[in-house]
């Protein structure tokens, strides 16, 4: 087994890549500064280089709200470039595992999306990431499609970082709170990947961890679990805070294929905070 990962700089790719190492499964991370995505050549070159039994493409546009006025950028890396990434899988004969998002659904209603359930972005970010959804189904049988949610790593930029940056300022932030989804640590995901690479057991699967909140729970979680108890959070509607790119009020996710294929679920968010409130101190 040789496992290429794409986007290692990022939050998620960074955790797959330990995970592999800490397996002992050769792999290779690979990220902007080896390849361009939009460039079909040099993906072509590259993956043939390598020769990977599979490939985890973690690698993505996902500026959201940036998205919205870049849209032939978001285009470019979402969609064309894994079309080259699926072109390239399908020329070495490897598997290809694509990273989604809860955005490729309309967000409405109140109950988990179910993996095959109609689609409906409402964002430029969000029908993109579905395009690619479509092109790796288009181009290869072996696959994965893994739809995820409001992810946080230690490697990168995320919503608990920014909040804990926000608690030490002394500000006290104004946070969605009809918006209900599950955050999701890349290192529990990540495991769950590398689970799933090594396997046949190809198809689309919802993976975040366990149990719901809206942001503002979430946000008062981060800042009771970092000790930051006097920092108050004001909840707001998604209307009243006015981002440029719609966002899904139902992020909810079914884990039922997951479940199917007998693969383990994620601990619950709760638990997955507490461990990267602590991983961050450490590092």
């Not at 995820?148 to 230690?154: C, E, H, K, M, R």
Request: aromatic share 10%; glycine share 8%; with cysteine.
């Amino acid at each position: 087994m040789k496992i290429l990962v794409t986007g290692v700089n990022g939050q998620l790719g960074h955790d797959v890549i330990a995970h592999l190492q800490a397996r002992g499964v050769a792999c290779k991370g690979v990220d902007i500064q080896d390849f361009d995505l939009t460039d079909a050549q040099q993906v072509m070159q590259a993956v043939k280089a390598y020769a990977p039994t599979a490939i985890v493409h973690c690698a993505a546009y996902t500026a959201v709200d940036r998205a919205e006025e870049e849209k032939e950028k978001a285009y470019a890396v979402n969609v064309l470039g894994t079309r080259h990434m699926a072109q390239a899988a399908q020329a070495v004969d490897a598997g290809l595992m694509y990273i989604s998002t809860d955005y490729v659904f309309d967000g409405k209603g109140d109950t988990p999306f179910e993996v095959d359930d109609p689609k409906g972005p409402k964002s430029i970010y969000g029908a993109t990431k579905l395009q690619g959804e479509e092109e790796v189904q288009k181009l290869l049988k072996k696959y994965f499609i893994v739809r995820t949610s409001w992810v946080f790593g230690l490697n990168g930029h995320n919503f608990i970082k920014t909040m804990l940056r926000l608690g030490r300022e002394g500000k006290h932030p104004s946070v969605v709170d009809d918006q209900i989804g599950s955050p999701t640590y890349t290192w529990d995901l990540a495991r769950l990947l590398c689970d799933m690479i090594v396997t046949d057991k190809y198809g689309v699967y919802h993976a975040t961890n366990e149990n719901l909140c809206s942001w503002y729970e979430f946000a008062c979680a981060i800042f009771q679990t970092a000790g930051m108890t006097d920092i108050q959070v004001t909840p707001v509607s998604t209307a009243a805070y006015g981002a440029k790119a719609a966002r899904p009020l139902n992020s909810r996710l079914s884990k039922a294929s997951l479940d199917r294929a007998g693969f383990d679920r994620l601990p619950t968010w709760q638990d997955a905070l507490a461990r990267y409130i602590h991983d961050l101190v450490q590092a």
